[in-house]
């Protein structure tokens, strides 16, 4: 897969766009068990078995937050993340590419931070474990 721009990308949280996003990470994890029995050696030969037990994927958000901007849009989205991580209610995280193509994640915000920057600008990452994903088909 051809690696594409970040820069034309829309990130949503349920229907709210997440203004000044930078950098959005995916990363996944699996659990594997040993389930190798007595049944599986013999003599010097033995047979590993090995079993899935669970699949997890988490995301990774990080951008400004610009207070007292002449246009509220910009804090929306980043105000209905911190919403939804003090609730701790569930929320649909979409990413999209310049050409629409994306991921539709059903997702719980496991960490959000806030530092001040400079002046009215801040910094924040946001943490997400992701519960269910589709895809999102583009132009």
Do not use: H
Request: with cysteine.
């Amino acid at each position: 897969m051809a690696e594409k721009p970040f820069a034309g990308s829309v990130i949503k949280v349920d229907t709210v766009v997440v203004a000044l996003v930078n950098s959005v990470a995916r990363a996944g994890s699996t659990q594997i068990v040993d389930v190798t029995g007595a049944e599986n050696v013999s003599g010097e030969l033995s047979i590993t078995q090995r079993k899935v037990v669970s699949r997890e994927y988490s995301l990774e958000l990080g951008g400004v937050i610009v207070t007292g901007s002449p246009s509220a849009d910009l804090e929306a989205g980043q105000a209905a993340l911190r919403t939804a991580f003090e609730a701790g209610t569930a929320v649909v995280l979409q990413t999209l590419d310049a050409d629409g193509w994306g991921q539709d994640d059903t997702s719980l915000i496991t960490a959000l931070n806030i530092q001040a920057a400079v002046g009215d600008v801040y910094r924040f990452t946001c943490s997400l474990v992701v519960n269910s994903s589709a895809t999102v088909a583009g132009s």
